[in-house]
């Protein structure tokens, strides 16, 4: 029953991937560009399925001439090797299937778009500024492993080092499908450079990870933009305090306030925070999607819920433990050097599997 469910999908999938090489072909289709990287783009999302599904027909069709074997054959050394032939296909087809049961999960469009990263400092003071800069620190080595690129867009330091807000673009492949299992609450248990006695002190920062609005995203009316121009403060060169380069905008209708003056030049500050304005709108619409996801799901994996405690950092110890899925690893320094595709991996099979559970 479960082998007839799978192949009647995947037939389904096959005629429409076929369908779509044939369009890509189709010189009306190639002469409008929006159209044709459209379906390219959908031919490489059906591609991976295709070629699962033939090897998922090639192992079926094995079965059966094995099976077929054994049934006709008279010859105990070839009924013996089609015994073993038969074994062999039976362990590829379970996994096989549960490949494929992954593949025809509907992907979220959201995940290969760029994200914004934003970090903030929340509970303990100076220590816990110091600690968002260590995030920060991490995920930029991250980034630099994944060959992303970041740029920032605001950053507020902290008094002793750190920062107590920072925010950064991200563009690459599959960003913010990778890094949204970032976002919540991250605490540190370590004692701290201000400490005098020795003592173990627990602080906090948030992450936010948003998928970077595109301009066929989200449209917004001039007239509900308030914008005003002021000079930058902090590092920057001798146009730092003399020059209006630093820009504020407030969208009127929701009241979002959002400032850049990461760049000399007025115009690249206002195309960032412009960027960043359709970004935290758009995520406005974005958040009622991951709020009805955390309603069905149990772990909550990647509901985007900033207040959710998602991760502890033990100095002490030596230790990471990520409290969604119960994950604790002892390799911290590795961590906040940038190794942790191995946690999200991790994060990503445990939403899978609530996925699989809400598809079925």
């Known amino acids: 029953m479960e082998e007839k469910l799978i192949l009647n999908k995947l037939e389904g999938v096959k005629k429409r991937f076929q369908e779509v090489g044939r369009l890509l072909t189709d010189p009306s289709v190639t002469s409008d560009m929006d159209k044709y990287i459209k379906l390219n783009k959908e031919y490489k999302e059906l591609e991976p399925i295709i070629n699962a599904y033939d090897e998922y027909i090639l192992i079926l069709s094995n079965i059966d001439d094995a ?71 991490m995920y930029t080595k991250y980034c630099e492993i994944k060959a992303w690129k970041m740029e920032p867009i605001r950053i507020t330091e902290g008094t002793q080092g750190g920062y107590k807000e920072i925010v950064t673009s991200i563009k690459g492949e599959n960003v913010y499908g990778t890094l949204k299992y970032e976002s919540g609450v991250h605490r540190v248990q370590r004692v701290p450079q201000t400490e005098t006695q020795g003592r173990v002190h627990t602080s906090a920062a948030s992450v936010a990870v948003l998928p970077e609005a595109e301009d066929v995203d989200i449209q917004i009316n001039p007239a509900d933009v308030k914008r005003d121009e002021y000079c930058s403060s902090g590092p920057g060169g001798q ?120 598809n079925e």
């Not at 009924?79 to 509907?106: F, G, Q, S, T, V």
């Not at 146009?239 to 690249?268: F, M, W």
């Not at 149990?298 to 230790?319: E, F, L, W």
């Open 67 to 137: 099976k077929r074997i054994l049934n006709e054959e008279k010859d105990p050394e070839l009924r013996e090797m089609a015994k073993m032939e038969l074994d062999d296909l039976h362990e590829k087809e379970e996994p096989m299937e549960e490949k494929i049961r992954l593949l025809l999960i509907p992907k979220d469009p959201e995940d290969e778009k760029n994200a914004i990263l934003e970090i903030r400092a929340g509970t303990g003071g100076d220590e816990a500024s110091i600690f968002a800069g260590d995030l920060f620190r």
């Open 239 to 358: 146009s730092v305090n003399t020059t209006y380069s630093a820009i504020r905008l407030t969208h009127i209708p929701t009241g979002i306030v959002v400032t850049c003056q990461d760049e000399k030049s007025k115009l690249k500050n206002l195309d960032k925070a412009m960027k960043e304005l359709k970004t935290r709108l758009y995520n406005l619409e974005h958040q009622k999607y991951l709020d009805e996801i955390a309603h069905k799901r149990k772990t909550m994996v990647s509901s985007g819920d900033r207040s959710a405690k998602i991760r502890t950092y033990n100095y002490p110890q030596g230790r990471m433990t990520d409290h969604r899925i119960n994950l604790t690893m002892y390799n911290l320094g590795n961590i906040l050097e940038g190794d942790i595709q191995d946690i999200i991996d991790q994060l990503i099979m445990a939403e899978n599997a609530e996925r699989l559970k809400m």
